[in-house]
């Protein structure tokens, strides 16, 4: 078992393939790796070469509704507008969604709407593919287990895997060829007066996917042998700083592993550098509040906004610091923001 299409026949084997309502909706939070993935073991089923861990946005994601649709191609219409089916992302979610297609004339109509920010660099592959699985899945009323969505997430976009739950979710690396040990699941630890900070220092997409830019990482750093261990170590102490409460080991942990993913990305050939010179002020003026005693911490993916990490406590001098930021309390609809 080795393509996308055997691994979705084997999770559907006896499932119905006869849509069980007209239309289906689900939505799917936003995620942001404490724990960073980066590197392919297997780049036709994105499993990673290590385990990640992420904390969902809460509210912020993506809607997916799906309506059957008799006709030979999908319709794909993103925040109202109907995307060109000549450009990557549409013809990327057009292949994901061929997945789950049973008969030649049975196509789909999917709309999209996504609450964050395009230009954050957050409304990343991850909840988009986690919805589209979870509206189709509601669709044929398979009631499939987070696991086996975890996998079908996955096969759209690796950081998908987490996007199907909520809170503190760890997706496992697994060992198996055919990835279904690689699945993601909630940490049932809750941190409500955990705040996520996103800064956004520039409007322009990315130059490089993550995608592309991860196998250039795995295909040319010197450095990269290192990160699989470096990105085990880190992922040890989040967990343990998670279920410890200890604001200070998590915030160093999750900062140190996206500065290590940085600098191994850094030393690809040709080099890769998300960041610009708004990037590393910032990080320089984040440095320079915490030795000034603010608990305050950052993370960075593949592009060049910061996502602040900081308590409750702590959220009226970070909005001081930073008037512009947009501030997400992700436990914080289940108990108190103070707690
Ligand atoms: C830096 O999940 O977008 O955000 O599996 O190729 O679709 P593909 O990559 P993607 O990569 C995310 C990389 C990251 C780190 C992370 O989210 O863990």
Redesign the pocket.
């Known amino acids: 078992m080795k393509t996308p299409q055997d691994v979705v026949h084997f999770i559907l084997d006896n499932k119905t393939k006869t849509p069980h309502h007209p239309q289906a909706t689900a939505f799917a939070p936003s995620n942001i790796?404490l724990c960073?993935?980066?590197g392919k073991r297997n780049t036709q089923l994105?499993l990673p070469n290590n385990t990640?861990l992420?904390i969902s946005l809460g509210h912020k994601g993506a809607t997916a509704s799906i309506t059957p649709r008799p006709a030979t191609s999908h319709a794909i219409i993103v925040n109202d507008q109907t995307m060109d089916p000549n450009t990557e992302p549409a013809q990327r979610l057009s292949a994901y969604l061929d997945l789950f297609r049973f008969h030649q004339h049975a196509a789909y109509t999917l709309t999209l709407t996504v609450n964050i920010p395009f230009a954050a660099g957050l409304a990343?592959?991850?909840c988009t593919f986690a919805a589209i699985i979870k509206s189709i899945d509601a669709l044929f009323h398979w009631q499939l287990p987070p696991t086996d969505l975890s996998i079908l997430a996955r096969l759209g976009?690796?950081?998908?895997a987490r996007s199907i739950l909520s809170g503190f979710v760890e997706w496992t690396r697994g060992t198996q060829a055919d990835g279904m040990d690689s699945v993601a699941c909630a940490l049932p630890e809750q941190w409500p007066s955990l705040c996520i900070g996103l800064s956004v220092v520039d409007h322009q997409p990315k130059k490089i996917s993550?995608?592309d830019g991860?196998q250039r990482t795995v295909d040319t750093s010197p450095l990269y042998a290192a990160w699989p261990q470096t990105a085990d170590t880190a992922l040890t102490q989040i967990k343990t700083a998670i279920q410890a409460h200890d604001f200070h080991a998590l915030g160093k942990a999750a900062e140190s592993n996206a500065l290590a993913?940085h600098a191994t990305m850094l030393s690809a050939w040709p080099p890769l550098l998300y960041s610009t010179p708004e990037t590393l002020t910032l990080m320089q003026r984040i440095w320079a509040l915490r030795e000034a005693g603010m608990p305050i911490y950052f993370t960075q993916?593949?592009g060049p906004n910061l996502k602040l990490l900081f308590l409750a406590s702590a959220q009226a001098d970070v909005q001081a610091a930073f008037p512009t930021l947009d501030i997400l309390q992700p436990f914080a609809t289940r108990s108190s923001p103070h707690e």
């Open positions: 790796a960073k993935y980066w994105n990640s992420s990343s592959s991850a976009s690796g950081s998908a993550s995608r991860m993913m993916d593949a």
